[in-house]
């Protein structure tokens, strides 16, 4: 359906050598154990699996306990309601288009809109999906959407380069791969609010602990991670040294998880900017950072990986094609 077109403390663990490609797999394998009984446990998190052409949702222990078979999901994002946006490409190349669908909380579809191209999916108001639809006002030119479940669209933005977006404190913050960071209005107006530009390449934003408050991911040359004020001025920025491409936001907390997409290891900063934990991972190329319960979840090519709050690996999740997408069930 086409939309209405209007440290304190760093704790060090010691690299894995030798047995480690064993003990990952031990840790696996608890989770790969399937419910055997009959009850429905709640989905605690969904994953997207794109070779696999299905979305995952899973529970507490991250057993799979709900499967929706679609093709080439990029991304998902669960709402309040209960339904899901599930980002999709067209056919599996980024030359073909994608597409937005709007899932019911049975599973059912319920609409479906066709993008020149994207691959940012993000909530507002826990209901409405906000996209990034590269190319969409033409040549060189992007066009942000807030879709309704219903499929109803409105455009809040067009310009160069946009390149990641949250809300934030009613309204919606785009960052540009050349440094711009700006607030327009969620309704539809296209009124800008407020702009900064900087020597940064903004590759993903998150809501932060206090209103107006964004974590940035400079996913240029300098590889910050930064905490912006509602004026979208700096609060404070730490060099990462390594390529991360998300940010995991501790719900209410001043807190943010990432992790290293060339490596095998992920951190977590805290109030001020400090490195509060440096943890190894059993598998190279995580991403998708997202807290979880006490500690987070981190999506590497066929397994989902997951530490507590101390940065000890616990039960992950295998047995997956090609992890592209994380999100936490509301």
Request: charged share 20%.
């Amino acid at each position: 359906m086409q939309p209405d077109r209007s440290s304190t403390r760093t704790q060090h663990l010691s690299w894995f050598a030798g047995g480690a490609l064993l003990a990952a797999l031990l840790l696996l394998l608890p989770a790969a154990v399937q419910h055997s009984g009959s009850r429905a446990a709640p989905v605690r998190a969904w994953v997207a699996d794109r070779d696999a052409h299905r979305v995952l949702g899973l529970d507490g222990d991250l057993l799979r306990v709900r499967e929706l078979q679609l093709g080439w999901p990029l991304a998902v994002a669960a709402r309040t309601d209960g339904g899901l946006w599930v980002l999709r490409s067209g056919n599996g190349t980024p030359s073909f288009g994608a597409r937005l669908t709007s899932v019911d909380p049975a599973g059912a579809l319920v609409n479906e809109t066709w993008l020149e191209n994207s691959e940012t999916l993000e909530l507002i108001e826990g209901r409405d999906a906000l996209v990034i639809e590269l190319g969409g006002a033409g040549k060189g030119r992007d066009r942000v959407w807030r879709f309704a479940p219903d499929g109803v669209g409105r455009i809040l933005a067009e310009g160069e380069r946009f390149n990641a977006l949250c809300a934030s404190r009613g309204t919606v913050v785009l960052g540009t791969s050349d440094g711009v960071l700006v607030r327009v209005a969620a309704d539809g107006t296209r009124k800008e609010l407020a702009r900064v530009v900087t020597d940064r390449s903004f590759g993903a934003l998150a809501a932060g602990p206090h209103p107006g408050s964004i974590f940035a991911l400079d996913t240029g040359p300098g590889r910050r991670l930064e905490l912006r004020g509602d004026d979208l001025g700096v609060v404070w920025s730490v060099a990462l040294g390594f390529d991360a491409r998300h940010v995991g936001v501790v719900p209410g907390a001043e807190r943010a998880w990432v992790s290293d997409v060339n490596g095998a290891r992920a951190r977590r900063y805290g109030p001020g900017g400090a490195l509060e934990l440096e943890c190894a991972l059993p598998l190279h190329g995580s991403d998708h950072a997202l807290a979880f319960g006490d500690g987070a979840l981190f999506a590497a090519p066929g397994a989902v990986l997951r530490v507590d709050a101390q940065g000890r690996l616990r039960p992950g999740q295998g047995g997956f094609a090609w992890l592209s997408g994380l999100a936490r069930a509301p």
